[in-house]
């Protein structure tokens, strides 16, 4: 029964919500921008700052520094070591966490309002003081390196790698943000010290925050903890050529079941076709059960558990991409299948009821996305990264249900290109080789 309670409390607090997510923009006296939602019903605060840039500002040579870093951030802080820091965190019942990717790096932080100035100091203290010191950076780099070992016995990460090797070329896209063992042994804390100094500026910030805290509150909040950041960070990369050619591209690895990754270039956040895009591959790959790759080839064939396709729109460049499990013996049935399924959505889109189903779908599953504060907060600072309107929540099922059947044949026969489709696949596959 409490099950049952708790799960109709969280629906109960999750659909207000998503009915009034009013957006506000603030700017403090510093300059500093954000989105506010301010929801006083509850005393506490999700706060969401993200750094454009992530793991592509890594120095040469030194691939895996801003990794490195952001496992250390919250090893020590001022004057307080990796234990006394643990400790002041959990005496202010707050938590903060931090996260990097290709194209940024993020850091959350949940708190109540009643410790709100402390758990701001202790926040600010850990942006602008970090100790890095050496007995954290060998357990953390340890750590870093144990799952470096890990990945190199994992077909999924095996494929990945190799994909976007040939995807990107000499682009850092084209290698694993978490570095190499070797390169992530060598890293030093200058190192470490110049991927913080390079990662955190106020030219690549985004914030977002939702809670109990006024637009006032915010502001004040900002430049005490922001205002005093570098001015400008490390120059990001350019603009990333998908490179990759269609074929195949086997890595043998002794495992009774092969993994195909599959893909080639993609389409921008920012295209005025990327809703049509967005649904059709709904429909082909990103349904479940409903896609047209499942049905062909897990509910006809019985060729596999689950095959998936999706959009992968980063800041520097877009691919689109798949991915399916099989046994050695069948992977190559499985991959034709796949092909034959991308050339007939190209060649002819899709059907009224297909499109009229996904949009039901994706319309309907869209509130759901709005679940708390800490969630709130993350999509409002993901739309001013990609640079969308601040009504955005508001129209977007809108956009959803405006794409038309003409506009899915238009883009399928633009964006499926099944003679570039290249699959990588690691295992031992019966009836596959290489071809370039």
Do not use: C
């Not at 013996?329 to 050339?343: F, G, K, P, S």
């Amino acid at each position: 029964m409490k099950l049952f309670l708790s799960t109709i409390t969280a629906l109960v607090l999750a659909l207000p919500a998503w009915a009034e997510v009013k957006i506000q923009e603030v700017t403090s006296q510093g300059g500093i921008n954000a989105w506010l939602v301010e929801e006083h019903s509850i005393p506490f605060t999700a706060l969401e700052i993200r750094f454009r840039g992530g793991t592509s500002l890594d120095a040469a040579g030194k691939r895996g520094a801003t990794n490195l870093m952001m496992g250390l951030i919250e090893e020590g802080a001022g004057d307080l070591d990796a234990r006394a820091y643990a400790k002041e965190l959990e005496s202010l019942a707050a938590s903060f966490s931090y996260s990097a990717d290709d194209d940024s790096v993020s850091i959350s932080a949940k708190f109540l309002t009643e410790n709100r100035d402390e758990v701001i100091d202790l926040l600010r203290t850990t942006l602008h003081q970090p100790r890095f010191d050496q007995d954290a950076i060998d357990r953390v780099r340890a750590q870093v390196i144990s799952g470096l070992k890990s990945d190199a016995k994992d077909p999924n990460t095996i494929a990945g790698e190799a994909f976007s090797a040939m995807a990107f070329g000499d682009h850092p896209y084209a290698t694993d943000g978490k570095g190499t063992i070797e390169s992530v042994t060598a890293l030093t804390r200058d190192d470490i010290v110049a991927a913080h100094k390079g990662a955190f500026a106020l030219d690549r910030i985004y914030v977002g925050a939702v809670g109990d805290i006024s637009a006032e509150e915010l502001g004040t909040l900002l430049d005490e903890l922001l205002a005093d950041l570098p001015g400008t960070g490390a120059p990001i990369p350019g603009k990333a050529d998908v490179t990759i050619d269609g074929g195949v591209t086997v890595v043998d690895f002794v495992t009774p079941q092969s993994v195909a990754l599959f893909g080639h270039s993609g389409i921008d956040r920012d295209d005025e076709d990327f809703f049509a895009a967005y649904i059709l591959n709904h429909i082909l790959g990103a349904g479940s059960f409903e896609s047209r790759l499942m049905a062909e080839v897990r509910e006809k064939r019985g060729l596999t558990y689950g095959v998936y396709s999706y959009l992968v729109p980063k800041d520097l460049a877009s691919i689109y991409l798949g991915s399916v499990a099989s046994g050695n013996a069948r992977i190559a049935e499985a991959i034709d299948v796949i092909r034959a399924e991308w050339i007939r959505m190209a060649e002819d889109g899709v059907t009224e009821e297909e499109l009229e189903d996904a949009k039901t779908y994706l319309t309907g599953a869209y509130p759901l996305r709005f679940d708390g504060n800490a969630r709130i907060a993350g999509i409002m600072v993901g739309m001013q990264m990609q640079d969308l309107p601040i009504d955005y929540i508001a129209t977007r099922n809108d956009k959803v249900n405006a794409v038309t059947l003409e506009d899915i044949k238009r883009v399928a026969g633009e964006l499926l290109k099944p003679e570039e489709l290249h699959f990588v696949v690691v295992g031992q596959p019966e009836g596959l080789e290489t071809t370039n």
